[in-house]
C-alpha cells in the first residue's frame, strides 16, 4: 500500500497506525535515566531505581500518539519527565519542566500542531501542566543616591555576582518595583522622580533595560510587584499621597493592566515575591497584613503577617523553587531579621537577622533557587549584598558593587545560565 492513510492514529504517510487499545507496546520495559521514544508506539516506564526523561520525536506529525505506563506504580517516588524535543506542550515551550508523579499513572498523548504540540488526552491529572523554568540571572536598577534620582542597573549572574553599574535608560526614579515576566525577562514600574509616576521599562532576556512605557494605571510610589501564574507580574498598593491598594496585571508579553479593584487593606511600603511555583504574595509595609496572590492573579484576603508587623521599606524574592523570603526593613529602627515564607504562603516567625540592617534595599532570584538581597540605606547609602542559599539561609555582607543607593528595585530574568 502507498499513500497517505489519514484515519490512522499516527497519521504517518504509507503507515497505518494500530488504535489506542491495539498500540504496538514495547517488549523491554525502560528502566534506564533517558529514554528516546517514537510515535505509535506504548512504553512501560520502570522508575524504581531512578528518575527517567522521556524523549519524544523532533519531527512529530498530526495524529502521532504515545502512551506511557508506571509499570511498577513509582512514578511518584521517582517521576517521569517529558522532553518535548523542540516542540510545544499543551502549548508551552520545551523550556518548561513537565513532569508526571502520580502512583500507577498512564499517560497517552497526542500531537496537535505545532500551536498546542502534544496533548495529553487521557491521564491521570490532564491539567497538570508544565512548570515554567527558573530564573537564572537577576538586575537592580534605579534608586535613590546620595543626592539624586538613578537610572543606573547591575546584572547579577547566575551564581550570584553582582557587576559594576550600567548606564541607565529610562526615568531616573526611587521606590519602584520590580518582577519578572514571560518566564525570562523583567518589568520595572512606577515610582517616584520627586513626583509619583507610572512609566514603566521592559527588560529582555539579555538584562537590556528598555526605554519608558507610557503609564498604564494610576501613579504611584512606594509600590510592591511580584511574578505569578508562570510568566505573568502583577504591581500592587503603595501610595499616591495616601496609601492605596490598586493592582496592575502584567501579561505575558510584558503589557500593563488597567487599575484592578483593590482587595485587602491599603498600605505602603510593602514587599512581595513568588511562591509555590506559581503564586505570589504581598507583605507587610504600613498595614502589617499579607495578601496572597492565586495563579490567575486574583488578589486574596487580608492575613495577618506573623512576627513584627509594620515593617517597611523591606524586600522580598523567591528561593528554593517554590518557598520565597521577606528580609530587612526599617520598624523603629534599620532591622536585618527575616521572615520565610512556606510553599502554601505562609509567613514564619522573626529569625534573627545576617549581615548590615537597613531599610530600603531590593531583592530577586537568581541561580534557579537562590536569592540575593543588596543595597539600601543604614545612615548612609549602603551597596552590600547578602546571598541567601537554597535553605533560605541569608548570608553575611558581601562588599558592595555598584553605586549605593536606596529605594531601588531588582528582578530575575534569563532562564539561560
Known amino acids: 500500500m502507498s499513500g497517505t492513510i489519514v484515519n490512522n492514529v499516527a497519521r504517518a504517510s504509507g503507515t497505518i497506525a494500530a488504535t489506542p487499545g491495539g498500540l504496538d507496546w514495547s517488549t523491554a520495559v525502560v528502566t534506564g535515566s533517558t529514554v528516546t521514544v517514537e510515535a505509535g508506539r506504548g512504553y512501560f516506564i520502570n522508575t524504581t531505581s531512578n528518575a527517567c526523561t522521556v524523549t519524544l520525536p523532533a519531527s512529530p506529525e498530526v495524529g502521532d ?41 498512564s499517560l497517552n498523548i497526542v500531537y496537535a500542531d505545532s500551536t498546542k504540540g502534544w496533548l495529553p488526552v487521557s491521564d491521570d491529572a490532564v491539567a497538570d501542566v508544565g512548570v515554567a523554568p527558573p530564573t537564572q540571572k537577576g538586575l537592580f536598577a534605579y534608586g535613590q ?71 498604564v494605571g494610576t501613579a504611584r510610589n512606594e509600590v510592591a510587584a511580584a511574578a505569578y501564574g508562570g510568566d505573568k507580574a502583577i504591581f500592587g498598593f503603595g501610595t499616591t499621597g495616601s496609601a492605596t491598594n490598586i493592582t496592575n496585571l502584567v501579561n505575558s508579553s510584558g503589557v500593563v493592566q488597567s487599575d484592578g479593584s483593590g482587595v485587602g487593606t491599603a498600605k505602603n511600603n510593602p514587599s512581595a515575591c513568588g511562591f509555590g511555583v506559581d503564586k505570589a504574595i504581598f507583605g507587610y509595609g504600613t498595614a502589617g497584613t499579607s495578601n496572597i496572590v492565586n495563579n490567575s492573579g486574583v488578589l486574596q484576603s487580608d ?62 532570584s537568581y541561580g534557579g533557587d537562590k536569592a540575593i538581597f543588596g543595597f539600601g540605606d543604614n545612615d548612609g547609602r549602603q551597596n552590600v549584598t547578602n546571598l541567601v542559599n537554597t535553605s533560605g539561609v541569608v548570608g553575611t555582607d558581601v562588599s558592595g558593587v555598584g553605586t549605593a543607593r536606596t529605594g531601588l528595585a531588582a528582578a530575575g530574568y534569563s532562564t539561560s545560565a
Open 65 to 105: 500518539q504515545i502512551v506511557l505506563a508506571d509499570y511498577a506504580r513509582t512514578w511518584a517516588t521517582n517521576a517521569v519527565t517529558l522532553d518535548s524535543n523542540g516542540n510545544n506542550f499543551q502549548g508551552n515551550a520545551d523550556t518548561y519542566t513537565v513532569d508526571y508523579d502520580t502512583v500507577g499513572q
Open 303 to 364: 492575613v495577618t503577617v506573623s512576627g513584627t508587623t509594620g515593617v517597611t521599606y523591606r524586600a522580598a524574592a523567591g528561593y528554593g523553587t517554590d518557598k520565597g523570603i521577606f528580609a530587612y526593613g526599617v520598624i523603629s529602627g534599620k532591622t536585618s531579621h527575616k521572615n520565610l515564607v512556606s510553599n502554601t504562603g505562609v509567613i514564619a516567625a522573626d529569625v534573627t537577622g545576617v549581615g548590615t540592617a537597613r531599610g530600603g534595599p531590593a531583592a530577586c
Open 145 to 215: 543616591g546620595a543626592s539624586a534620582k538613578l537610572s543606573i542597573s547591575n546584572l547579577v549572574n547566575s551564581s550570584g555576582v553582582v557587576a559594576s553599574d550600567v548606564t541607565g535608560v529610562g526615568t531616573a526614579r526611587a521606590y519602584l518595583a520590580g518582577a519578572s515576566y514571560g518566564t525570562d525577562k523583567a518589568i520595572f514600574g512606577f515610582g517616584t522622580t520627586g513626583s509619583v509616576t507610572g512609566v514603566t521599562n521592559l527588560v529582555s532576556n539579555s538584562g537590556v533595560v528598555a526605554s519608558d512605557v507610557s503609564a
